[in-house]
C-alpha cells in the first residue's frame, strides 16, 4: 500500500446492485445482496431497476452528497461504459463487470454462473479497499506554450504556421541557412487537389514568407539542439547558433528533420555512374527545373527516355507508393516539354494509391508507356534488359537518351552531419528493437561484454537496412541529444523511422511530448506532410496541456495517477530505468530512480519490473491486485470446478471480452478476469500469489508484440512474455506444468477468437490435473 | 504512303517500331492506355488459332519487335468480331489496331507469301469491282494467286462441291452481280484513298 503522506480519508463504501438489462432474471441478486452486508461487511447495499436511469444515478448521487458514501461500487454494467453516468465528483467509482462478463457470456440461473457473480463481488470490494484517490504530482513546472519546431522544410514550416494560428509561441530551427528545405528545388509539386491529373506549382515560397511574418514565430537557422533535458510542458532545450549557445525552456517539441536522398549508386545493376545519361529522380528533378531537356553526355535532345521503378525492396528498401507518384509526375513533365518524347516506365509493381490513379491514368492517356517486369540490368549504353512477364523472355531495350532511378526518401532520424555520440549508438540500438531494452538489463552490470556488443558506427544505407532487425545503428548524432537515463536518441522504427506505431499512434514517438511529423515519420508528398505536420502539432497542444494539469497523455488520458517510489527499501537495480517505455525514469547521481512525471504515460511497466514490489500508483497497486486474486473463493479439487485467472490488457484484450459477451459467446465459467494497465504492469508476484491461492491456470492475455507491434506502450507485452518465461523455467523447478502460466496475444476484433482461446485453455487446464499447491 | 518502318538492328527489339506504330497505325495511339489485363485475349474466339492473342501483340508492338508482330498470323485470323474492342476496360480500338497492323503488313512486303492475304486482296478486288462479293471469281483469283498449277488443283478439289451448289441454285451461272451504282461506289473508293494519301502527308 503506498504512502503518499497525504491525508487518510476514512473509506465509506457503498454497493449498488443494478437489476436491469437481464442481470436480476440471470443471476441470484438476492444471494449478492446477502453476501455484500454478510461475509464482505459492506452493510451500505442497495438494488435498482436501472441504476443507469436517471433515477438510479440520483439515488447514488444523494448518497454521495449526504456524505454516505465515499466508495461507489457498483455492480452492473462493463467499466468500459455508462463512464459519463457512473461518475459522481468526491467518489472513486469501482465497477464490478456483471452484464458483459458474467450474464452475457454465461447460462442465466446456473451454479457456475451465480458462482461468478459473486467472485465478481468480492473482486470489486477486494479493489476498493486498497484503492485511494490519486492526486496530482507536485513536481510539474509548466513552460507554458512555447512550441519548439527542429527542421525548416515544408513540414517543419507548416507545423510551426500552424502552431502560432493555434495560440502558440514559436521557435523554429532550421540546420542550414535557408527555409524551405528539399521543397524548394521542386520544379513543381504532385497534384493534391481535383481533378488530381496534372503536376501543380510549388508554392513553398508562399509558405517561406507566411512563417517569415509571423509575429509568434522566431526563425533560427543555421541552428543545432545540442542539449534536451526535462520533459513535456518543460524541456530543457539548448539551441547552438553559429557557435553560440542559448537556453530555453519549451513545452514540447515537434520534430520535423525530414529526409535525405537514398544513395542510387546502391541500385546494383542499375547502371548508376556507367554512364551519365544515368541519372536519380533527384537529378532528373534538376533537369526539369532548368528547363534544358538535353543529354548530359553529349546535349542531345531527350526522345527516348526510361524511367525504372525498382520496387524490389531487396535491392531498394526505401522505394515506396511516392517514388512512383514523382515518376509519372516527372514523365509529364518531361512530355510537356517534349511532346514527341517517347517515354517508358519500367515497373515491378505500380503503386499508385488512391486518387493518385487518376495521375497514373492521365499519364497513359498522354501515351506514357508503362511496361512491366523487373529491370536486370542497365548498361552503358543505356540498353535495359527487362525481365518482361508478359510476353515471357528477358527484352533488351536499347535506344534510350536518359535512363532516369527512381530513388527512395531515407529518413533523417538521426543527424548524418554529426558523429554518433559516444554514449548514443549502443543504447540506440537498444530502443531499435523493443526487445534490445531487455537484453541490456540482462546484461547490465556486465559492462564489458556490453561495450563489445555495441556495433560500430556503420556506412549509411547497410546499418540502415539492418535497422529492421534492430541489430545496427543508425547513422550520425542525436537530433535532440536527449540527456535521459535512455540515451540521446529519439527509439526508431525498422529501417529508421521515427515513431513509435505508424498506425495506431501516429506523432507519437517513445519520448512524450516529442512528435514527429513529415518524411522522418514515413515518405510523404508535401501534401501529405502538410497535414502530418498539422497533426503533429495538435499532439504537442495535448502534450503542453496535460502537463499543465499534471495528467497523463494517451493512451491513459486524463489519469492523475503516478508511480511512486519506496525508496527505503529500493535496490537500485535499475530495471524500472531500462524497462521503461518512454524514457520517464532518470537515475539519481546514488543509482535512485527519480520519476520525470510529465515524461510518464502510466503504463506500470515498472511496478511490474520492480523485484522488491516498492513501485505503485495510488488506484493501481501490487497490494491491490494481489488482494482481487486472493478475494475470488477457489473451491477446492472436490469440487472438480478448476480456477484460471486472466490479467487482460484494458486496452484490447479487455475490450474483446467485453465485445464476447455482446456477442453472446458463451465463455468457460471457471475464468477469473481482472484488467491490468497493461501486460508490462503483471508483476511475477502475483502469479505466486495466484498459484499459492489454489488457481489451475493462469492467462496473460495482451497485445501484439514484436516489429509490429500493437501494444499501446509499446513494449509492455513483450517485456511480459520474456518475463514470464523466466516464470515458466520457475514453474519446472518447482514440478510444476509450465503451462499453467501462458501468454496470448490478442487484438480488440478477437472477440471470437480469445473465447475460444479461453475455452481451449480451460479443457487443457483440466486435462494437467489440479494444481497440487490448491487448498494449502 | 506510310511513313518508313525503322530500321531493326541485329537484335529483334527496336523501339523505334513502337514508336512507329504510335504515329503510323490507327488505334497506335492508344497503346500506352493498355494495362495488359489480357480481357481481348480472354474474350478473342479464335485465339487458339492465333500465334499471340491481341493482349501479346500489345505487349510486344511495345518492346519493339517489330517482325515477329508483323509476321504473325495474328493480324490474318482475325475475323473483326470486335469483341475485344468493346470488352477493353481502357477503350482501346483492338481491332482497328490489328486491322491496320495487316494492312501495313502488306504493304512493307511481311505478307507476299501468306494465303491469308492473298484471300483478302481477291475479295476486296470483287467487292472494289462489283460491290459485291462473287464466290466463284473470288475463289478463282484466290486460288490462282496461288500458282497455276495450285489454281487447276484446287479448283478441281472443289469441283464437286461448286456443282453441288449450281445444283441447289446456291451459285449461279452467267455475269457476276453488281450493285445498281457501280459508278457511285468507285467515286467512294477514291475519295477514301484520297483522304488516306492527305492523312499520310499531314503526318509527314
Known sequence: MPDGGTMVIEKKSGIYLCEGCGIADAIDVDALEALATGDLKTPHCKRHAAYCSAEGVAEIAADVKNGDVNQVLIAACSPRVMTDRFNFPGAQIIRANMREQVIWSHPPGEEDTNMLAADQLRIAVAQAGQFSPPEPHAEAEVAGALLLVVGGGVTGLTAALEAAHTGAEVILVEKTDTLGGWTRKWSRLLPERPPYRDPQPNDIADLIAAVEGDKAITVMTNTLVTSTAGGPGAFDVTLTQNGKNQSQSVGAIVVATGWRPYDPSLLEGLGYGASPDVVSDIEFEEILSSGEMKRKSNGDALNTVAFIISGDSDRMPYSSGLSDRIVIKQALQLLEAVPEAMIYVMHEDLRAHGMAEEFYRQAQEAGIIFQNGVVKSVGADLTITLEDRLIGEDVPMSGFDMVVLSTGMVPNSTNVDLEPAAKGADQLVDDVNPLAALLAAAKAGDGEEKAEEAPAPDTSEEADQDGANGEAAMPGGPILNLQYRQGPHLPVLANGYADSHFICFPYETRRTGIYTCGPVRRAMSVAEARQDAQGAVLKAFQAMRAADKAVSVHPRVGDLSYPEFGLDICTKCRRCTVECPFGAIDEMEDGYPVLNPTRCRRCGTCMGACPVRTINFKNYNISMITDMIKAVDVPDEFAEKPRILVFACENDAYPALDMAGINRHQLTPYVRILPVRCLGSVSATWVSTALESGYDGIMLLGCKSGDDYQCHFVKGSAIAQERMESVGATLESMMLEKERVRTEEVSIADSARVTALLNDYADEIKAIGYNPFKGF | ?204
Open chain 2, 1 to 204: 504512303m506510310t511513313a518508313a518502318l525503322p530500321e531493326t538492328a541485329e537484335n529483334r527489339y527496336d523501339l523505334g517500331f513502337a514508336r512507329w506504330v504510335r504515329d503510323n497505325v490507327e488505334g497506335g495511339d492508344k497503346l500506352s492506355l493498355c494495362m495488359q489485363c489480357g480481357a481481348c485475349s480472354g474474350s478473342c474466339p479464335i485465339g487458339t488459332q492465333m500465334d499471340h492473342g491481341p493482349r501479346k501483340i500489345i505487349a510486344m508492338i511495345r518492346a519493339g519487335m517489330k517482325d515477329e508482330v508483323l509476321s504473325s498470323n495474328t493480324l490474318w485470323n482475325c475475323t473483326s468480331c470486335y469483341r475485344c474492342t468493346v470488352r477493353c476496360p481502357r477503350g482501346i480500338p483492338v481491332t482497328s489496331i490489328i486491322q491496320d497492323l495487316a494492312a501495313k503488313a502488306v504493304e512493307f512486303g511481311y505478307a507476299d507469301k501468306k494465303e491469308n492475304a492473298l484471300f483478302a486482296k481477291s475479295f476486296w478486288w470483287s467487292t472494289s469491282a462489283f460491290g459485291r462479293t462473287d464466290e466463284r471469281l473470288v475463289t478463282a483469283r484466290y486460288y490462282f494467286s496461288l500458282g497455276f498449277l495450285e489454281g487447276i488443283r484446287r479448283g478441281l478439289a472443289n469441283l464437286k462441291i461448286a456443282l453441288g451448289m449450281v445444283r441447289t441454285g446456291r451459285m449461279h451461272l452467267g455475269m457476276p452481280h453488281k450493285i445498281k451504282d457501280i459508278k457511285g461506289l468507285t467515286a467512294i473508293l477514291a475519295r477514301a484513298a484520297e483522304i488516306e494519301a492527305e492523312e499520310a502527308n499531314d503526318e509527314l
